[in-house]
């Protein structure tokens, strides 16, 4: 059985930071799979945010690179995204997802257990 916790989300200002987390339970997160965060904002879609393989490997989308970092603790079980200079068109429900196998992808679907979700609100 694999769980995932996201916690971390809240209220913050343009250009402020905050960090999230994904605590992992179950299989997947030792067993060499991805661990990936989406959003998705009211009327939108989910999108990709990030991803991290077990090796540590990481792959950002275009609109949050140079800003969001993601790293993982594999003591922990956890995996961070840490969102600097936010903006406040990133305001959304972030998830952490993952998936068993080892190389990234970008849709939402071929992830298969999924965080309840954190929501982040970047004030103008």
């Known amino acids: 059985q694999v769980q995932l916790v996201d916690s971390g989300g809240g209220l913050v200002q343009a250009g402020g930071s905050l960090r999230l987390s994904c605590v992992a339970s179950?299989?997947?997160?030792?067993?060499?799979?991805?661990m990936g965060w989406f959003r998705q904002a009211p009327g939108k879609e989910r999108e990709f945010v990030g991803a991290?393989?077990?090796?540590?490997?990481?792959r950002y989308a275009d609109a949050v690179k140079g800003r969001f970092t993601i790293s993982r603790d594999n003591a922990k079980n956890t995996v961070y995204l840490q969102m600097n200079s936010l903006k406040p068109e990133d305001t959304a429900v972030y998830y952490c997802?993952?998936?068993?196998?080892?190389?990234?992808?970008?849709?939402?679907?071929?992830?298969?257990?999924w965080g309840q979700g954190t929501q982040v609100t970047v004030s103008s």
């Open positions: 997802a993952t998936r068993p196998y080892s190389y990234v992808t970008t849709y939402a679907t071929t992830y298969t257990h």
């Open positions: 179950g299989r997947t997160f030792n067993s060499g799979g991805v």
């Open positions: 991290i393989t077990w090796s540590a490997d990481v």
